[in-house]
């Protein structure tokens, strides 16, 4: 079990932060707007717009130590059960794997937003990584560069300070994990906010808990769960802080593991949004103070972002309009040495999606045409001619075969079904149901075989078998994607949008 992952919880307390700011609006104390201007403390990136428009990220790092490099008292950590329970021991200190990465875009004016949570497990190229390692699960891209940073530091001066050590190792962290980010979904990041471990906790305990929902379609399992603590119940419940960081926590048990517990995290954001409205904690002065003195000291920001000229455009976000997605996912394989398990993804599929659900298309032209816009105000044509989905399968030694070709045939344009593997097979073989011909040939043709039509296969579908001998296609961007702008999957095991449900509040399993 990866406790460190337990850090997940730490994005519901960036989210209150930020949330809360919105009070400043109103012409709070003094004393308070002091307070706001002393969070921030990181330099890792140019910060962007901090009114209008702007894509935030928010990180919950896994790291059991505090800002300093220091270990967590040990009472914490049992609260977390991220230390030794009866002998055992559920994780030692931990890495600094962001396990949290959600990436927000605020619309203009501060009324609605629209959150992608990226799976912890994604395998990806890392950008502006540290050290040697350039691939690897999403969430490694900060501590990798950490690790490396630190140890580039120790050789230039062997007498630099610890608290210095800990400072710049989370500086270079930082901006890979950015910059990996950046990468993978195809847009500008304007600022982040990142919560480590301790701070969530701490923050948690000014709230007092939360109101959380758990469906009565969900099973047994996702009740009671040993591991993180969970001892929960269908139906709406009110939860402490301990058991607050079980539920976010929880991955065993649940239906989809750790796609399901995205869910819960973006549940638990909307949750303390309503709190903070329903409760009166936005003019409840000791809870804001305690809030902000934590803020303080567990929050980093960038320091360009102005959270005062942010929170005054946030006033009017509420739950209802900030709406959460989890980025799609093609199937599930392993990689590296030693073996570990990840998710296998399309970065094309994801720039796709993300852009669209970014930068919307605009309204029909009064000619009944359609375009659709980019982040820099240009128009492109929308293409009509949709291409049919394929599914890839690896008949070869060759590992991850399938997932490579499906991410070559969605830089295409081709919709992708998740790849997976098939019995050994000597030859390459492409087939089509009814109305898939035109797609089957093109694809076909990429492998330098004939495409053969098969009754058995699903309209507007294509099957490759890939055989001895495949490889990845060299394929050039299409210039007619199959839809534009592209459609939020709602089916598979990332799920569709968490949404308030009564009381403002979601259910979730």
Not at 443 to 466: M, Y
Not at 478 to 484: A, E, G, K, L, V
Request: hydrophobic share 40%; proline share 6%.
């Amino acid at each position: 079990m990866r406790l460190g992952v337990a850090a997940r919880t730490a994005t519901y307390a960036l989210m209150c932060v930020l949330s809360a700011l919105v009070l400043l609006a109103s012409g709070f104390s003094s004393y308070i707007v002091h307070d706001v201007s002393m969070i921030g403390g990181s330099n890792a990136i140019k910060s962007g717009p901090s009114i209008g428009a702007q894509n935030i990220l928010l990180m919950g790092l896994e790291s059991r130590t505090d800002w300093n490099g220091n270990v967590l008292p040990q009472k914490i950590l049992d609260k977390l059960h991220a230390g030794s329970r009866k002998g055992v021991l559920y994780e030692g200190v931990g890495g600094n794997d962001t396990n949290t990465l959600i990436l927000i875009h605020v619309f203009a004016g501060g009324k609605r937003a629209v959150g992608f949570s990226i799976p912890r497990d994604d395998l990806v190229n890392f950008a502006d990584t540290v050290g040697p390692q350039q691939q690897g699960k999403i969430d490694q891209a900060y501590g990798i560069s950490m690790y490396f940073e630190e140890g580039k530091l120790r050789q230039q001066d062997p007498h630099i300070s610890e608290d210095r050590l800990a400072f710049l190792g989370n500086e270079a962290g930082r901006a890979a994990a950015v910059a990996t980010v950046s990468k993978l979904t195809g847009v500008h990041i304007d600022h982040f906010a990142e919560v480590n471990l301790g701070g969530f906790y701490e923050l948690a305990k000014v709230f007092g808990g939360v109101e959380v929902c758990i469906r009565q379609s969900a099973p047994h399992s996702a009740l009671h769960d040993s591991y993180s603590g969970a001892d929960l119940r269908h139906g709406y419940q009110h939860l402490d802080p301990e058991q607050a960081l079980a539920f976010v926590r929880q991955r065993h048990g649940l239906p989809n593991g750790d796609l399901d517990r995205t869910h819960r995290q973006q549940a638990f954001i909307d949750s303390i949004i309503h709190q903070l409205r329903a409760e009166g904690v936005l003019s409840d002065l000791t809870k804001m103070s305690a809030l902000l003195d934590l803020a303080k000291r567990y929050v980093i920001t960038d320091s360009g972002w102005n959270l005062l000229d942010f929170a005054a455009q946030m006033r009017g976000l509420t739950g209802g309009h900030l709406i959460f997605h989890t980025l799609p996912i093609l199937g599930y394989g392993t990689w590296g040495t030693p073996v570990q398990d990840v998710n296998l993804v399309s970065p094309s599929h994801i720039k796709s999606i993300v852009h669209a659900a970014f930068y919307p298309p605009p309204a029909p032209s009064r000619k009944g045409k359609h375009a659709h816009s980019s982040p820099h105000g240009h128009l492109r044509p929308v293409a009509q001619t949709p291409k049919a989905t394929v599914d890839v399968f690896n008949g070869t030694q060759t590992p991850l075969l399938a997932a490579h070709v499906a991410a070559a045939l969605a830089k295409a344009g081709y919709p992708t079904g998740p790849p997976a593997n098939t019995a050994p097979r000597s030859s390459t073989v492409v087939e089509y149901g009814q109305g898939a011909q035109a797609s089957a040939a093109a694809i076909a043709k990429l492998f330098g075989v004939t495409a053969v039509a098969d009754q058995a296969i699903s309209a507007d579908r294509v099957q490759v078998l890939l055989g001895t001998g495949a490889t990845v296609p060299v394929v050039s961007p299409s210039s007619q994607p199959s839809t534009t702008p592209a459609a939020i999957p709602t089916t598979g095991p990332q799920g569709g949008a968490v949404l308030p449900g009564k009381f403002g509040i979601p259910c979730v399993d």
